[in-house]
T-cell receptor
């Protein structure tokens, strides 16, 4: 049982490049989330999808877009990467609003 | 604006000691307070959670104490072990759900 799978694990981008971070879960969860983790700042919510077909902004959505491709997959896109987007990105999923979050192991992104 | 303040930033205890990590929140609408544990290279995992209708919750060696009037909650780890060495995050949300606001994290090291 894989749980929440994120790809890639590591990525280096130059300023202005674009990329998509992929996330897939095999737990039949309804809700999915994207967080970023920065030293001294904890985890901050970028976007979430309460159910298939819906997406909403979190605390720090600027510079990002998301797509809930189907119930299993939730991708995060950086259209024009900036050094301030250097971070570790975590995808998470949950069965419903009151269930625990299950996190993937993260994507470490560096923007030079 | 840090809505959940966590301290200390780092903590070293001897095996068998009782590390205590504290969090304070500002938003009185918060009604769900989980603690997450994160090992290096992994995503956070739910450790224990509390809702404001109780003042204490125990699960194994982990205890949450909750003080609603002071808007504070803390994590105690009884009989700490080297395997407990990890980063711990407190969090809070409104409506009991998973749109979490995280604290900044505490790096715990348990020495032999």
């Amino acid at each position: 049982n894989a749980g929440v799978t994120q790809t890639p694990k590591f990525q280096v981008l130059k300023t202005g490049q674009s990329m998509t971070l992929q996330c897939a879960q095999d737990m039949n969860h309804n809700s999915m989330y994207w967080y970023r983790q920065d030293p001294g700042m904890g985890l901050r919510l970028i976007y979430y999808s309460a159910s298939e077909g819906t997406t909403d902004k979190g605390e720090v959505p600027n510079g990002y877009n998301v797509s809930r491709l189907n119930k299993r997959e939730f991708s995060l896109r950086l259209e024009s990467a900036a050094p301030s987007q250097t971070s570790v990105y975590f995808c998470a999923s949950t069965l419903d609003w009151n269930s625990p979050l299950h996190f993937g192991n993260g994507t470490r992104l560096t923007v030079t | 604006q840090q809505q959940v303040k966590q301290s200390p930033q780092s903590l070293i205890v001897q095996k068998g000691g009782i590390p205590i990590i504290n969090c304070a929140y500002e938003n009185t609408a918060f009604d769900y307070f989980p603690w997450y544990q994160q090992f290096p290279g992994k995503g956070p995992a739910l450790l224990i959670a509390i809702r404001p209708d109780v003042s204490e919750k125990k699960e194994g060696r982990f205890t949450i104490s909750f003080n609603k009037s002071a808007k504070q909650f803390s994590l105690h780890i009884m009989d700490s072990q080297p395997g407990d060495s990890a980063t711990y995050f407190c969090a809070a949300s409104k409506g009991g759900g998973n749109k979490l606001t995280f604290g900044t994290g505490t790096q715990l090291k348990v020495e032999l």
